[in-house]
């Protein structure tokens, strides 16, 4: 599974971004059975878990207390993509964001996938 990040770029505090991760499926069925999230690592700090959302109809969703009000994790099964709309955002936002897929490999085992990042950078 190849996943690929758009939407980062420069923005104020208080403003907004959405960023998408669409993957490229093996099957026409893959987006369906993947688990997906949003991490951020910032320039001297570790990865960090930002959201993720359940398979299928993302039904089920998870958010860091950091984000938490402010971001919103979604998932669009008709096209194929999933989006993180983040809003009034902070300069401790900036980061480089990435997308991470978790496909079951077998009996409660998944195989990760990462995207190559994109950036976000909030200025005052």
């Known amino acids: 599974v190849r996943l690929t990040e758009s939407g980062g770029g420069l923005v104020q505090a208080g403003e907004s971004l959405r960023l998408s991760c669409t993957p490229s499926p093996e099957t026409p069925n893959t987006f369906t059975i993947l688990t997906m999230a949003w991490f951020r690592q910032a320039p001297g700090r570790e990865r960090e878990f930002v959201a993720a959302?359940?398979?299928?109809?993302?039904?089920?969703?998870i958010y860091a207390d950091s984000v938490k009000g402010r971001f919103t994790i979604s998932r669009d099964k008709v096209k194929k993509v999933m989006h993180l709309q983040m809003e009034n955002l902070r300069l401790e936002d900036t980061a480089v964001y990435y997308c991470n897929a978790k496909k079951p490999s077998g009996v409660g085992e998944y195989s990760d996938y990462w995207g190559p990042g994109t950036q976000v950078t909030v200025s005052a």
């Open positions: 959302i359940s398979r299928s109809d993302g039904l089920t969703t």
